[in-house]
């Protein structure tokens, strides 16, 4: 499995975040729950099928300016391929 | 304390025992809920909201069928409305593709279709009726509608040997999961034990399967797989823990740790009618029965793995062994164990011929004489 920048990661069907007024924020999905901290729930808020995985990329850079940027990408992209083996996203073209 | 008592994740709701299926290890206890004694939509709402308050983060809707209940629209919706995760455990009938879609605009996430077998003789052997055909039709109407969706497939001796035909049937559907889950052998299904615990050879063949799947498979299909605990070396950790992680309310709105709870003697439920969740989740008797550790004997007592196994079943330590609080017998530390080896070696024996995978004679000579599940009045 590897992520492709191009692609538009979109929450599966059945995939879900809770209300807005709920703490913690965290992702529903089919037997499963995650709880969302900083920047996990940063990403997870992006995966709306408009953004592609380069822009969720460079916005996180802009976000979290002080960490090294190659260590932002190698940690969204291994966080995007733990949700893609649960089958919480759906990669769109 | 019961400020240190962690809440629970999932809320386990059996709606109705009343199911069109009549499966032979149904995890419904022997006595069936009648229908006139089943909790109201109210009465549901309220137990939702009260869940929610208490850190419950899904609701499992369960039977019988739920599909039964002529409320289930006002079911999903007051769930949701209580921020819940709603699964819905289904055998798929009674339903039309217009009340699927009105399902799923109610709210519905998760949508889990079980099945009986790939073979409709099968599932219709398993199930006492005839029901395969109408869950493929479902399985149609899935594709266009937006809402995620496991198969469920039960295994046993009589279908372990349709794996592959199984797996097929969920790599053409719009499945994001598949769960194979051997029988457990509690209720129905233990009365029926001997005619479905696979053999040895099935389960190692079985297992080999379904790893080499799980990888085929990764990032497309998540496939699951639950093995007989007779053949464990240790227990499961049974519904995470006693009264550790799940709820479940019966029809009647009786409130037990897990499906099978009142087969152990002397054991008391309080009702949601009675009483608040959060006080029947924290301080009554049959929640703190098993809690902690407290309870357990020797070898659990003093063993290394009772904080990852809590020391396995309790429904399953009274069934094998009499004694709710002994070490669950399967755990090849018990000292009950050999009853349990007994129970294999005999079914070994008998059935180890032409009983793998791709069996050398596709059906056995006899059908098993199988006790149904009935309806409740």
Do not use: M, N, Y
């Given at each position: 499995m590897s992520v492709d920048l191009e692609s538009h990661p979109r929450l599966a069907p059945g995939c879900r975040m809770n209300e807005k007024t709920q703490q913690p924020r965290t992702l529903l999905m089919p037997e499963r729950a995650l709880r969302l901290n900083g920047p996990s729930l940063e990403i997870v808020e992006r995966c709306d099928g408009k953004h592609t995985v380069q822009q969720i990329i460079t916005e996180l850079q802009q976000l979290y300016s002080k960490a090294e940027p190659a260590k932002v990408e190698q940690d969204i992209l291994g966080y995007l391929a733990l949700l893609q083996k649960e089958r919480a996203l759906d990669f769109e073209a | 304390m019961t400020s240190a008592i962690a809440n629970p994740l999932a809320l386990i709701a059996e709606l109705t025992h009343r199911c069109p299926l009549h499966c032979v290890y149904c995890s419904n206890p022997l006595e069936l809920a009648q229908r006139s004694t089943e909790l109201s939509t109210e009465d549901w709402s309220r137990v939702f909201n009260e869940a929610a308050a208490l850190g419950v983060l899904q609701a499992d809707f369960t039977g019988g069928e739920p599909l039964t209940r002529p409320d289930i629209l006002d079911l999903i919706r007051s769930a949701r409305a209580a921020d819940l995760y709603v699964n819905l455990i289904t055998s798929g009938l009674p339903l039309a593709e217009s009340r699927l879609e009105a399902l799923v605009q109610a709210g519905l996430d998760h949508f889990q279709l079980s099945f009986q077998g790939a073979r409709e003789e099968t599932a219709n052997e398993i199930s006492g009726t005839k029901a395969h055909a109408q869950k493929l039709r479902v399985l149609e109407w899935l594709k266009r509608h937006r809402v995620a969706v496991t198969l469920n497939f039960v295994i046993h001796r009589r279908n372990i040997a349709q794996l592959p035909e199984m797996l097929s049937l969920a790599e053409s559907s719009s499945a994001s999961r598949v769960e194979f889950a051997n029988v457990q052998y509690y209720g129905w299904a233990f009365a029926n034990r001997d005619s479905l615990l696979p053999t040895r050879e099935q389960l190692t063949q079985s297992i080999d399967f379904l790893k080499k799947a799980q990888e085929r498979l990764a990032g497309k299909i998540k496939v699951e797989y639950v093995v007989p605990d007779y053949y464990a070396k240790y227990p499961k950790p049974c519904m995470g823990g006693w009264a550790r992680k799940l709820m479940l309310i019966a029809p009647n709105g009786d409130a037990l740790p897990c499906h099978a709870a009142r087969v152990i003697p002397g054991l008391s439920f309080e009702n949601v009618k009675n009483r608040g969740l959060r006080e029947i989740w924290e301080v009554s008797e049959a929640f703190q029965?098993?809690?902690?550790?407290?309870?357990m004997q020797e070898p659990c007592k003093t063993c290394d793995r009772r904080a990852l196994d809590y020391g396995g079943c309790r429904c399953q330590a009274f069934l094998l062994?009499?004694?709710?609080?002994?070490?669950?017998?399967?755990?090849?530390?018990?000292?009950?164990?050999p009853k349990v080896d007994a129970i294999l070696a005999t079914l070994n024996e008998t059935n180890s011929v032409g009983a793998g995978l791709a069996p050398r004679s596709a059906e056995p000579l006899t059908k098993p004489d199988w006790l149904y599940r009935p309806n409740p009045s």
């Open positions: - | 029965k098993f809690r902690g550790e407290a309870w062994a009499a004694d709710a609080t002994a070490t669950d017998p399967v755990c090849s530390l018990a000292p009950q164990r």
